[in-house]
C-alpha cells in the first residue's frame, strides 16, 4: 500500500473525530469512508512509487521460470519458440502475484513484439491480460506498449484481441493516472477502432467517455491517440449517435484550435463524418456564434495539406442547402478556398473543385463564382491536371452550371474553356462519366453564338478529328450524342465545313449509326446534321453515292407508312364519335 494521499488522510481524521464525539451516525460513517479510501488511487500505487508494506514472496517454481527468462535477456534477447512450454512459462510469470516475475514476461512479449515477422499465436493473448490487469504501474507500460506494437505491425489480429476480452483491460488502462500507460492503451483503442466489428464493441463497452476525456489531455501524444481513437470511431453510424449523445460534437469543435496539426486533424475528419449525416447538422452549426464555419474557413489556409484537405471536406458536407452556402460565401469562402485549387497535392485539388461544384448548383451563387479570378482557377487546373477524370468531371460540371448564368460571356472568355477542348485531347485518361461532363459542357457552350466562335478559334484538325470519333462511339451514349451536337452547332461555320471535307468517311460511318439508331433523339440529329452538309455540294455528291442514301430512303419508307397507320388508327377512334365531340 502506498502513502496516503491528503484527501485520504483527511477521510480518516474526519472518522477519528466521529469516534471521539460517538457520534449516532458512526457506522455509517465509517462505511463511506472506507468506501472511498479504497476507491482512491493512492492505494493503487505501485513498489517503485512509494515503499510496499506487504512484498509478495517468490514461489519455487516461479524464480527457475525467472531465471531461466533472465538468463535469456542477458545473452542478447535470443527469442524462445513461442511453443507450448514457453507460453506455460509465461502465464506462470504473468499471474503470479510478484510485479517483478509480471515485468519479466512484459519484457519478453516486449522484445519478441520488435522482432517477431509472423503472427502471435492467440493463445498469447490470455497472458496478456493478466499482464495489462496487473497493479505494477511498470508492467502496465510495458505491456500495452508491447501489444501496441503487435497491432501495429500486424502480428496480432484486431479481431481477436476484442474476442478474447483484452478489450475490457485496455479500457480500463484509459483511466489510469499515468501518461505513459493512457498513451499506450489510446494507442490501442485507436487501432482497434479502425475495425469495423470493433466500434461498436468499443462503445457498447464505454470508451467513448474516457477517450473525450483524454482528447483534452495536456499530454500532445495522449492527445493525439484519443481524438485519433474518436475518429476511427466515427466511421460508425451508429457509434455517431453515441457519441452525439456524450457531448462528443463541442469537444471535436473546439479541438480545431489546437496547435498540434494532428490533433486538427482527426478532430477535423471527426466532424466530417460527422456531417455526412445531415441530422447533425443543425447542432452542429449552433455550436457557438457560428464557430464551427469560422474555425473550417481558418483551417482551409493551413500549410498541412492533409488539415486543409479535410476542412474543405466538412465544409463540403456541411453545405447541403443554399441557406448554409450563402451563410459561408458572405463569410468570405473563396478566398480560403480558391488557393486549394493551386495546391501541389491531387487530393486537396479533387476535394476543393467538388466543392466549387456543389456550390455552383444553386443559381443564388451562379453570379458570385462567375468571376475572373475563380474561372482563372479553374481553367488553370484543368489544363494542369487533363488526365484526372475526378478533376476534369467535376470541372466541367461546374462550368455547364454557370452557363446558365446571366454572366456566360465571362465563361467563354475564360481559359476553362481551352482546358475542357484539352481534355478531349486526352479523351484515353477518362472514364465515361468524365467524358459525358466534358462533352455535355462544351454541348451547352456551343449553343450560345459566342461558344461557338470561341470553340471555332481554338479548333484544329487534330481536336475535329477526335471529336468524330467520340460521335461515332454509340455505344457511349451521352458522350457520343453530346460530339455530334458540336459538331452540328460547328458545321454552320465556314471554317470547319473546309476542315470536315478530309473527314468525308468518318462523318458517314457516325451519320449512319445515326440515322439506324433505336433511339429518335439520334435519328433527329443525325437528319438534321446531314441537312446542313447537304447545301455544300461535295458532300452532297459524296452522300449521293454513299449508303447515307439508302437509309434515308428506308427513313422515308417507314415515315410513310407510319403516317398511314396513324391516319388510320385516328379515323378509328373517331368512327361513330358525333362531330361535334371530336
Same mark, same amino acid.
Given at each position: ?113 520488435? &522482432? ?277 468531371? &467535376? ?155 439508302? &437509309? ?28 361535334? &365531340?371530336?
Amino acid at each position: 500500500m502506498g502513502q496516503l494521499c491528503a484527501k485520504c488522510a483527511q477521510l480518516l481524521y474526519d472518522l477519528v473525530l466521529s469516534v471521539r464525539t460517538f457520534s449516532s451516525s458512526l457506522v455509517q460513517d465509517v462505511k463511506e469512508c472506507l468506501a472511498q479510501i479504497c476507491d482512491c488511487p493512492c492505494l493503487k500505487r505501485t513498489k517503485f512509487e512509494s515503499e510496499q508494506l506487504y512484498k509478495p514472496t517468490y514461489q519455487r517454481h516461479e524464480e527457475l521460470i525467472a531465471q531461466e527468462f533472465l538468463q535469456h535477456i542477458e545473452r542478447g534477447f535470443e527469442i524462445l519458440p513461442l511453443g507450448e512450454a514457453s507460453l506455460s512459462a509465461l502465464k506462470t510469470l504473468a499471474f503470479s502475484e510478484n510485479p517483478d516475475l509480471q515485468k519479466s514476461a512484459s519484457l519478453f512479449y516486449l522484445h519478441i513484439s520488435q &522482432h517477431l515477422n509472423n503472427q502471435l499465436p492467440t493463445e498469447h493473448l490470455e497472458t496478456y491480460y493478466a499482464l495489462l490487469k496487473s497493479n505494477d504501474l511498470e508492467v502496465q507500460r510495458i505491456s500495452s506498449l508491447s501489444l501496441v506494437t503487435f497491432l501495429l505491425k500486424g502480428n496480432v489480429p484486431k479481431e481477436h484481441v476484442v474476442q478474447v476480452d483484452l478489450l475490457e483491460p485496455i479500457l480500463e488502462l484509459l483511466e489510469s493516472s499515468d501518461a505513459a500507460v493512457q498513451r499506450n492503451s489510446c494507442a490501442c483503442i485507436m487501432i482497434l477502432a479502425a475495425s469495423d466489428t470493433n466500434r461498436e464493441a468499443i462503445a457498447s463497452a464505454g470508451g467513448v467517455v474516457p477517450l473525450l476525456t483524454l482528447s483534452k489531455s495536456y499530454d500532445p501524444r495522449v492527445q493525439q491517440y484519443a481524438v485519433g481513437a474518436v475518429f476511427n470511431l466515427t466511421q460508425s453510424e451508429w457509434v455517431q449517435e453515441i457519441l452525439c449523445r456524450q457531448g462528443a460534437l463541442p469537444v471535436l469543435t473546439v479541438l480545431l484550435e489546437s496547435p498540434d496539426s494532428e490533433v486538427q486533424y482527426y478532430s477535423c475528419a471527426a466532424l466530417s463524418n460527422m456531417a455526412t449525416n445531415s441530422q447533425h447538422h443543425e447542432v452542429m452549426l449552433q455550436i457557438g456564434d457560428r464557430f464551427l464555419l469560422r474555425m473550417l474557413l481558418a483551417l482551409l489556409s493551413s500549410s498541412v495539406d492533409k488539415v486543409s484537405n479535410q476542412a474543405c471536406v466538412c465544409l463540403r458536407n456541411l453545405v447541403t442547402n443554399e441557406s448554409v452556402q450563402t451563410r459561408l460565401i458572405a463569410m468570405g469562402l473563396l478566398p480560403h478556398l480558391l488557393p486549394l485549387l493551386d495546391s501541389n497535392n491531387t487530393e486537396v485539388q479533387q476535394n476543393s473543385i467538388v466543392f466549387l461544384r456543389m456550390l455552383s448548383q444553386h443559381p443564388a451563387n451562379q453570379d458570385v463564382l462567375v468571376c475572373h479570378q475563380v474561372l482563372q482557377s479553374v481553367g488553370k487546373l484543368l489544363i494542369i491536371r487533363k488526365t484526372d477524370p475526378v478533376i476534369i468531371g &467535376h470541372a466541367a460540371c461546374f462550368i455547364k452550371n454557370l452557363s446558365s448564368s446571366k454572366s456566360i460571356e465571362g465563361v467563354i472568355e475564360s481559359s476553362c474553356v481551352e482546358g475542357l477542348l484539352q481534355a478531349i485531347h486526352g479523351v484515353e485518361y477518362l472514364d465515361e462519366e468524365a467524358l459525358h461532363c466534358v462533352t455535355s459542357c462544351l454541348g451547352e457552350l456551343v449553343k450560345h453564338e459566342g461558344g461557338s466562335v470561341r470553340i471555332l478559334e481554338l479548333m484544329d484538325d487534330l481536336l475535329l478529328s477526335r471529336l468524330l470519333r467520340l460521335a461515332g462511339q454509340v455505344e457511349q451514349m451521352e458522350p457520343s450524342f453530346q460530339a455530334a451536337v458540336m459538331i452540328k452547332h460547328l458545321i454552320q461555320q465556314g471554317e470547319v465545313m473546309q476542315l470536315l471535307k478530309s473527314h468525308v468517311s468518318k462523318i458517314q460511318q457516325y451519320l449512319v449509326k445515326y440515322l439506324t439508331h433505336q433511339e429518335t433523339r439520334f435519328q433527329q440529329l443525325g437528319i438534321s446534321t446531314l441537312c446542313l452538309l447537304q447545301k455544300d455540294s461535295e458532300f452532297s455528291s459524296a452522300f449521293s453515292q454513299s449508303q447515307l442514301k439508302e &437509309h434515308l430512303e428506308q427513313i422515308c419508307q417507314q415515315t410513310e407508312e407510319m403516317q398511314e397507320l396513324l391516319r388510320m388508327a385516328v379515323g378509328n377512334i373517331f368512327v361513330g364519335v358525333p362531330s361535334s &365531340h371530336r
